[in-house]
C-alpha cells in the first residue's frame, strides 16, 4: 500500500528553509522533516498542504510550484513524498502536533537527523541551488 504524503518548502527572506520535528511519541519521531502530512480521500496535495499547515503550525501558506516526488518503504507500507515550494502568507508558528521548528540554512540540512525521504529532498534542493549557482548557507 502507497501512502500519499505532501510537504512544504518554504523559504524565508535570507533563503533559509523551515522545519519541524515530529514529537518523541510519533512514529519516527522525534526527527525533522519538512512540515505537511498524508493526502485524505479526494483531497490533492496543494488542499492537503494548505490544511496540513494550518492544523498543525497555524499558518496560512500558498502552494506554489512541484519540486520532487520520492517514495520510500516503510515496513509493511510505503509512502509517496510529494513536495512543493510554499509561500507562507500569515499566522504565527504554534507547535500542535510538532516539539520544535526552526529556519535551516539549506548548506546544513544534512546535518538534522531528517526522515530518510526527507533527506532526499534536500539532497536535490542543494544540489538544484549548486547547480543554479546559489551558494546555500
Known sequence: MVVPVAAAIILN??????????LEEDPQGPRWEFPGGKLRKGESPQECLKRELQEELGIEAEVRDFFHAVEQELGDRSILLLTYFCRWNRGEIE???????????????????????????????????????????
Open 95 to 137: 507547535l500542535r502536533a510538532h516539539s520544535a521548528w526552526k529556519w535551516m540554512d539549506p548548506g546544513d540540512l544534512m546535518e538534522l537527523d531528517l526522515l530518510e525521504a526527507d533527506r532526499i529532498v534536500a539532497a536535490m534542493l542543494l544540489s538544484q541551488w549548486k547547480s543554479a549557482g546559489v551558494q546555500p548557507g
Open 13 to 22: 527572506e535570507e533563503g533559509q528553509v523551515l522545519l519541524a520535528r515530529r
